[in-house]
Every structure is written in C-alpha cells, then in structure tokens.
C-alpha cells in the first residue's frame, strides 16, 4: 500500500511541476528550476515505487 500511494503522490508532483513551469507567476528562471525540481522529485518517486526501493524525498527522515 505504501508503495501505490507513493507512485501516486509522485505523478501528483509531477503534475504540479508541470503546472508550475507553465503557468508560473514568477520570472521563467525560477519557474523552470521549480518546475523541474517537482518534475525530477515526482519521477523518482514513482521509479522507486515500481523498484520497491527508498525515494530521495523519503531518505529526509522525520520533519517536524
């Protein structure tokens, strides 16, 4: 279940960064870097889901 649920929440982030690198209101450096930064975390989500491995984001640890 955890990993659907993260396969899920990563093309969800991937969406977003889409979304973001398109209809920004910010200057186009920032959307872009933004943009790929949610597109990249959101792909290696889902790669990682389907690996049955560790995802970048979850190797945080704990926040508060």
Avoid at 35 to 53: C, F, H, K, Q
């Amino acid at each position: 279940m955890y990993r659907r649920l993260s396969g899920v929440f990563g093309i969800f982030l991937m969406g977003v960064g889409v979304y973001v690198a398109l209809y920004g209101y910010t200057s186009m450096l920032v959307r872009m870097a933004a943009g790929a930064l949610l597109v990249v975390s959101g792909g290696n989500m889902v790669v990682s889901a389907y690996r049955a491995r560790e995802a970048w984001l979850s190797r945080l640890g704990p926040l508060p």
